[in-house]
């Protein structure tokens, strides 16, 4: 059984940094892909980052390139994503989701995952 924990959301100024955490158990990295979506009030769920089946392969969503970078401690079974560089279009609600059957040219599709976790708040004043 798959589970996906997400944490370090808050409440920070623009220009400031937060990383958010992943935590997942039931999960092997060399065979799941692992992304970190968003969804701000009123707009679809997006994509933000991830990291291929194979872990060979990380893409970022235009929006986040430069500022993003997502990571993996396979020993605490963790992904990251480091934010940096935050504006307050970056305010959303995180998520954090993984799948064993996405292929790369899904890799940005929300309906390509099939175990999500609950969420993290992150909210950016300006």
């Known amino acids: 059984q798959v589970q996906l924990v997400e944490s370090g959301g808050g409440l920070v100024q623009a220009g400031d940094s937060l990383r958010l955490s992943c935590a997942t158990s039931g999960v092997t990295f060399s065979t799941y892909a692992v992304a970190w979506f968003r969804q701000a009030p009123g707009k679809e769920r997006e994509y933000v980052a991830g990291?291929?089946?194979?872990?060979?392969?990380?893409h970022y969503a235009n929006y986040v390139k430069g500022r993003f970078t997502i990571s993996k401690d396979g020993a605490k079974k963790t992904v990251y994503l480091q934010m940096n560089s935050l504006v307050p279009e970056d305010t959303a609600i995180y998520y954090c989701?993984?799948?064993?059957?996405?292929?790369?040219?899904?890799?940005?599709?929300?309906?390509?995952?099939?175990?999500w976790g609950q969420g993290t708040q992150v909210t950016v004043s300006s």
């Open positions: 989701a993984a799948s064993n059957r996405v292929i790369s040219s899904s890799l940005t599709r929300a309906d390509a995952y099939n175990n």
């Open positions: 990291f291929s089946r194979t872990g060979g392969y990380t």
